[in-house]
């Protein structure tokens, strides 16, 4: 089993494109220098759907305000059990919006960098290409590391999501795929599922949340723990207490993790309030 590495402290600002590092010689940091690092990073005006919503039928026509995307968003390496969001977004959020989100709603720390990708579903004639839109933090940067995509890559402060959902060339026709961490890479599956609120010229119901049975699920995953393969050690050694704890990895997750609980970890505990409050906190 890989140890585990130092808590990430890199910041979303400038600096060099990450690469992707191995876990096999990794240490846990010694207790001296391990410090625990609440994010301090902004929170869009964004919310998880909650069943709350159930009773209401409400009906919207027209406004001032852009409409809202509803996405499943659903992490691609953990199971027992799955981690999965249902998320809505405004319309005219950046990707480097929604990125902001995406770390709020999965509990991520803010600690490394990221990357979206647009590519076609099956059948659309767009999936012949992997990628038909590569979107970047810095995508100068990315295009001189990668410059056979130069002419798909585009700037997450920049494209809006409804440059691609409201693009005919894209509508009905992509989903998004978004990596977070290059090194433990935690990917994420985000599938459009409907256009809420103001639509000019037609009324829109407001989805109901007691119609969709994958409103929210799972723990988030623990920064910097070896991805993967990590996250299934550590989640196993919280579930058998007696487990030989080599690394002390126990201690590095309630103690040290950028996002750990010093009350242990439950993978199947989470708070759609709790997230709701933080995403509704600030608006955009």
Known sequence: MPKVQKPATKSRGRGPIEKPTSSKNATVPKKSTMTKKPSTAKKPDAALVDSSDSDSDDSIQGGEHPPNYLFHCAMTCSDDPTITRVLSIPSNFTFAKVHEVMQVAFGWAFCHMYTFEVSGLPGTGLDEHPCVLSIQERVEDFMEVVPEIADRARDAGKLKLSDVFENDEYRGKVY???????????????????????????RVKRLNVADIS????????AEDCGGAGGWEDLKELFAKPRMRDEDDRRQWYKEYCANGDPKGLNPYSWS???????LEAVKM
């Not at 998004?176 to 037609?202: A, C, K």
């Not at 994958?214 to 995953?221: D, E």
């Not at 759609?272 to 933080?278: A, F, R, S, T």
């Open 176 to 202: 998004i795929f978004y990596e977070y961490d290059m090194g433990d890479s935690w990917g994420h599956h985000i599938t459009f599922l409907v256009q809420q609120g103001n639509v000019p010229g037609r």
């Open 214 to 221: 994958f409103a929210a699920k799972g723990h988030p995953c």
């Open 272 to 278: 759609i309030l709790d997230v709701n409050q933080e």
